[in-house]
């Protein structure tokens, strides 16, 4: 069973949490991987649709891409049997609300969860989908302060970090951390000084220099 529940009217985005709940109504314990899902509000990542007459709000958050066969404990998330557990999330960063303007904003959590079958440590578990039956959408009137927050402002994402227990894996992951941080300069160099070539039309069409140079992509590598 997977309830929500969000505040009912907001002037400001930064009080918009939206707390789910995931409750285990059979007889037995089950193990989630909650990367990525409504159990998971620790990292950037889309885990609700969130709508406005139907046009849906732009996710601003970050895609993971998971080494299936190096999950460690904080991957799993286990509900004993009858047991209900309650994530809140805070979606100010996460959806491009200002694009969408004030009004009736409708959240909808991803109902479903990746169930554990089988699990062996430095193997790649074995995963059943688990469907919900549908959800109810939280309504949420936001009027006010709806301008898009940046993921550059959230203390969790300001310092990329390499966390990886295979030493090689790990030096080769920080090196093309590196790369990208240096080419990610060298783009935003040459766009600042080269507006009118081929190469800076063929990628980035009319777009200004300045919105180029300062884009979020380029300053999220640059960091």
């Not at 406005?52 to 895609?63: I, M």
């Amino acid at each position: 069973m997977l309830l929500q529940t969000a505040p009912g009217a907001l002037t400001s985005i930064d009080g918009l949490k939206v707390s789910a709940s995931v409750k285990n109504t059979g007889t037995e314990d089950v193990t989630i991987v909650n990367y990525g899902t409504v159990l998971d509000n620790t990292r950037p990542t889309q885990s609700f649709t969130v709508t406005k007459g139907g046009e849906e709000a732009k996710f601003t958050g970050l895609k993971l891409h998971l080494d299936m066969n190096s999950l460690d404990d904080s991957a799993y998330t286990t509900i004993k049997a009858g047991e209900t557990v309650t994530v809140v999330h805070d979606l100010a960063s996460l959806y491009d609300f200002e694009n969408l303007g004030e009004g009736s904003f409708e959240i909808a959590p991803l109902a479903q969860l990746p169930v554990v079958v089988s699990r062996v440590a430095g193997s790649r578990p074995e995963l059943t989908p688990f469907d919900f039956e549908a959800t109810p959408a939280a309504k949420v009137q936001l009027t006010g302060d709806i301008a898009r927050r940046s993921l550059m402002d959230d203390e969790k994402v300001k310092r990329a970090t390499v966390s990886c227990s295979n030493s090689s894996q790990n030096s080769y992951i920080a090196a093309a951390y590196s790369e990208s941080k240096s080419l990610a300069s060298i783009a935003a160099s040459f766009a600042s000084s080269n507006s009118s070539s081929s190469i800076y039309t063929a990628y980035w069409k009319t777009n200004s220099a300045s919105t180029i140079s300062s884009s979020e992509q380029l300053k999220y590598v640059e960091i």
